[in-house]
C-alpha cells in the first residue's frame, strides 16, 4: 500500500481489495466468483455488483433497528439491565465491567448467537509484539534458531493475549449495533432471506472504512480501483 497521510482506494491493490469478500458473502449470505468483479472499476461498480448478487426479497425496514433491538434485548437478559436505560450511546465498558468483561462477552455472543469479536489486548502490548516479530525476523540474517525461537515466543504471547485480552475495541452500543449489521447482515434481518437495498452500499462503505482505514468522504460512487488508473 502506499504511504499517504490520506488513505484512499487507489492505495490497494485488488489481492487486497477481494480480501473483504468473504466478509460480504457470509454478512449477505451469497456467493461470487472472482470473474464477477472484472468489469468493476469505481467503488460504485464495486457495490453495484454486490447488490446485483443479492437475490432476495425487498422489505424496506431498517436493518440496524433490529440490530439494536436484539443487541438490547440481550444486554437486558446477560446484564440484567432495564432495557429502557440501553440506548445507542451507552457504554460498552460501563455495561461490561472489566473484572468479568470476558465471561459477560461471551454470555452476549451466546444470546446473540454471534462472534462479535469485540475484545482485545492493549496497543502498548500490540506496539511490543509488532517490535518483537520484527526484530525476530530480522535476526534470520545473523541466527536462525535464536530468530525462530523469537517468532514462537511472541506468536505464542500474541495468541495467549488474544485470548485474554479484556480491552473493548467499541466505546458504545452504537458502534457494536453497526459491526453486527455490517458482519451478520443475513442473520439479523426480522424477515429471514430479504434484503432492503437501500442499506447495500451503506454497509459496504462501513466495512471499507474498518477494514482499509479509508474514510467515508473517499469511498464515493466514482472513487476508482488501483487498477482502474
Keep these: 500500500m502506499a504511504i499517504t497521510d490520506e488513505i484512499k482506494l487507489d492505495d490497494y491493490e485488488d489481492e487486497d481489495i477481494f480480501d473483504i469478500v468473504p466478509k460480504l458473502e457470509k454478512s449477505f449470505a451469497i456467493r461470487f466468483e472472482r470473474k464477477a468483479f472484472f468489469s468493476v472499476r469505481t467503488f460504485g461498480d464495486f457495490c453495484a455488483v454486490v447488490s446485483d448478487h443479492i437475490q432476495k426479497p425487498q422489505k424496506e425496514d431498517c436493518t440496524s433497528q433490529q440490530a439494536f433491538y436484539k443487541i438490547r434485548q440481550a444486554i437486558h437478559k446477560v446484564q ?8 445507542p450511546e451507552s457504554s460498552l465498558a460501563d455495561i461490561f ?13 451466546s444470546e446473540l448467537g454471534f462472534q462479535l469479536n469485540m475484545l482485545t489486548y492493549p496497543g502498548w502490548l500490540a506496539n511490543i509484539f509488532f517490535i518483537g516479530v520484527l526484530a525476530s525476523c530480522i535476526t534470520f540474517f545473523f541466527d536462525w534458531k535464536m530468530a525462530l525461537s523469537g517468532l514462537i515466543l511472541f506468536v505464542t504471547a ?8 479484556k480491552n473493548i475495541e467499541l466505546k458504545t452500543v452504537k458502534e457494536l449495533t453497526k459491526k453486527m449489521v455490517s458482519e451478520n447482515y443475513n442473520d439479523i434481518r426480522r424477515t429471514p432471506y430479504s434484503v ?3 442499506e447495500v452500499a451503506g454497509i459496504i462503505k462501513h466495512i471499507f472504512n474498518k477494514h482499509f482505514d479509508i474514510a467515508k468522504q473517499y469511498l464515493t460512487d466514482d ?3 488501483s487498477w482502474a488508473k
Design 196 to 198: 432492503n437495498k437501500n
Design 223 to 225: 472513487a476508482l480501483f
Design 158 to 165: 500474541i495468541y495467549i493475549a488474544d485470548k485474554t485480552g
Design 80 to 87: 440484567g439491565m432495564d432495557k429502557n436505560t440501553i440506548i
Design 97 to 109: 465491567p472489566y473484572s468479568h468483561r470476558r465471561r459477560q462477552v461471551k454470555k452476549l455472543q
